[in-house]
């Protein structure tokens, strides 16, 4: 009859340590002079019971019964000097485990006799809101402004349908012409740049008129009237009056700089092109 | 309910019902029925009167008890409202749609409606403008002397004062918030030209990207 | 806070600072603080000296002030508790073993989760720590700097608030929390309760930092 009961207690423990101080505390004296030996002697024998029940029990259970029996007979046997365990520490330890576990116990009952917010003692149900919000100001930022003018932007932009534009390309008879009229101002080296037209502002436009005064140079150069020179590869290419036979054209006569290659003037429009 | 059984209740327990109601209002989330009321009260003892007496009783008290829709709640009195209430200032952002159109304002003024909406791409609602307006960020600049004769807007000091600027100069260039062409060779002789970069294009400007209408 | 500027205000002065502060303290259902009592109050009135005064006048009225979780705040008086529960739908009791690991969360706080199990001498179910959580009571405090960095527990002011503690210093002392063979606590005076007296912390316990005069 007592063993269906017996079977329910050891359920309703939360663990060993919890048995073992409820067992302690039937000892009816202060925890600090519990008998270590009779606790364990006492817990063995409910464990003893419990498998009688059932044979299975919980692992923590029987570790705690294996090191308790462990314990006893330390506690028993006279201490062996050669021994490094302190049985007598190990047993004040777990008294000292019992107290702190029996000290929760207190203060979890201490904690429930009080008188609980929301239970026997009520708070302001419908709290008053005081704060009263003024969102009249305004949260200005100007990182914000510019974010926002620069993504209206770009998604006008990315909006409008691309319509190619209208060139005007500066042709090689251009470039001829303007580097002819130019040329007898020329006091010594110049830049090829500085032959190219004024108020170019696209890109591609630039390029082409870059292009087209390199083919009129290397033409010109040809004809003898001009000397071209380059110092390293994609270095300025320099443009000056020629010292000697101006009128002459050399069949063969290749001006200093790259064109000593022997490369036609094709070929290095498209070197301009792919830089 | 019924009639009050008794007009004039024993005045200990009609003082506890007292007690109990005040307690019961106050811990009530919600204005409380006088129906309910009675179910806490010890037999005998009638709501309407208990809460009549409090009504009489907290009239004058820094929080009385009031009747409101439903039922009796307690109430801070109002005179008590200015020293208590803590203003708080919770600014609201613009929306997006305005904060867009203040800046092509900024950045374009003086500029009609139509034209707003030409550079966002995207149709403005009068209520955006209204907006602004109420704020006093921007102002009325005129009208433009075309067909129509639509309006021109423009910043006010408030705007300037509102994103702490000295004055519209110190607004970014447009050139620095979107990357739109720049100019090659804007400035020829100032280039230095055994540089050798200057003969790469920069990623940026990728021919079929390029702002239609370019602007300088 | 320091010394009254002024021992004896204007009694005109005070009386209007005591209803500032009983209408601030009662609007809120959460404890307010001295300091913000002060911001509310007229310049030369000091907001202990007119909490002081409240806790007074207000003590033995069905709402009373009781300074609790580091602040003020009005609540229903004990004794009512019978009437109210019967109309106000009260929630259920935590089970033991919630209370238990609360009650190691408040002495040994910041403790790990490894840390209150080895004192239970049990596992922790997550559930139980989670009805914690839900409830306010507890919360973490960063990590323990051990392998797997366990997350660490502390109490909350709403946990002292639940509890009606002013602080965590109401907690009976730890010398104090002896079961057998000697009774630990003396029973107050006034509180009736079916939970056993003896844990109730006497008016004694309260340390010297807080008002002298105890609420309860």
Request: aromatic letters at 4%.
């Given at each position: 009859m007592t063993q269906p009961v017996l079977h329910l207690r050891l359920e309703g423990f939360e663990g060993p340590l919890d048995l073992l101080l409820d067992l302690a505390r039937a000892q009816k004296v202060d925890l600090e002079k519990i008998s270590i030996v009779a606790l364990v002697d006492q817990f063995l024998a409910v464990l003893d019971q419990a498998r009688r029940v059932r044979l299975e029990l919980a692992a923590d259970w029987l570790v705690m019964a294996a090191w308790l029996a462990w314990l006893k007979s330390r506690l028993l046997v006279p201490q062996d000097p050669e021994e490094d365990v302190d049985a007598e520490a190990l047993a004040t330890a777990l008294t000292e485990r019992l107290a702190e576990l029996?000290?929760?116990?207190?203060?979890?009952?201490?904690?429930?006799?009080?008188?609980?917010?929301?239970?026997?003692?009520?708070?302001?149900?419908?709290?008053?809101?005081?704060?009263?919000?003024?969102?009249?100001g305004l949260h200005a930022e100007l990182p914000a402004l510019l974010q926002a003018y620069a993504a209206a932007r770009r998604r006008a932009l990315a909006r409008r349908p691309y319509v190619p534009k209208h060139r005007k390309l500066w042709t090689v008879q251009d470039a001829l012409a303007r580097l002819g009229g130019m040329m007898g101002a020329l006091p010594g080296w110049a830049v090829l740049h500085r032959f190219l037209p004024e108020g170019l502002i696209d890109p591609v436009e630039q390029r082409a008129a870059l292009a087209s005064t390199l083919i009129a140079a290397l033409e010109t150069a040809r004809g003898g009237t001009i000397e071209l020179r380059q110092e390293r590869a994609f270095g300025p290419i320099l443009v000056r009056r020629a010292l000697l036979a101006p009128e002459r054209m050399p069949e063969e006569r290749a001006p200093e700089g790259r064109t000593a290659e022997g490369r036609t003037a094709e070929e290095r429009v498209a070197d301009v092109r792919a830089a | 309910m019924s009639e009050p059984p008794d007009p004039a209740p024993d005045p200990a327990l009609f003082a506890h019902a007292l007690r109990i109601a005040e307690a019961l209002v106050f811990a009530s989330d919600r204005p409380i029925a006088a129906a309910r009321v009675q179910q806490a009260l010890p037999p005998g003892v009638d709501a309407r009167a208990v809460l009549t007496a409090l009504l009489a009783a907290t009239a004058g008290r820094p929080v009385e008890l009031v009747e409101v829709a439903g039922g009796f709640a307690f109430r801070t009195a109002a005179d008590l409202a200015p020293a208590l209430t803590r203003v708080v200032e919770v600014p609201r952002r613009l929306p997006r749609?305005?904060?867009?159109?203040?800046?092509?304002?900024?950045?374009?003024?003086?500029?009609?409606?139509?034209?707003?909406?030409?550079?966002?791409?995207?149709?403005?609602?009068?209520?955006?403008?209204?907006?602004?307006?109420?704020?006093?960020?921007?102002?009325?600049?005129?009208?433009?002397?075309?067909?129509?004769?639509p309006s021109l807007w423009g910043t006010t000091?408030?705007?300037?004062?509102?994103?702490?600027?000295?004055?519209?100069?110190?607004?970014?260039?447009?050139?620095?918030?979107?990357?739109?062409?720049?100019?090659?060779?804007?400035?020829?002789?100032?280039q230095v030209l055994d540089a050798p970069e200057v003969f790469q294009a920069p990623e940026a400007r990728v021919p079929g990207l390029q702002d239609p209408e370019s602007p300088e």
């Open positions: 029996d000290r929760m116990r207190l203060a979890a009952a201490f904690l429930g006799g009080r008188q609980l917010l929301g239970r026997e003692i009520f708070g302001r149900g419908a709290a008053e809101n005081l704060r009263v919000e003024d969102r009249s | 749609v305005a904060m867009e159109t203040l800046a092509i304002i900024a950045y374009h003024q003086p500029v009609t409606r139509p034209e707003i909406e030409e550079i966002r791409g995207a149709a403005l609602s009068q209520a955006t403008l209204e907006a602004l307006l109420e704020h006093g960020l921007i102002a009325p600049r005129g009208r433009k002397e075309v067909p129509g004769r000091p408030r705007f300037l004062e509102h994103f702490g600027l000295q004055g519209l100069s110190d607004l970014p260039r447009r050139e620095e918030l979107v990357s739109e062409p720049r100019p090659l060779f804007q400035a020829p002789e100032a």
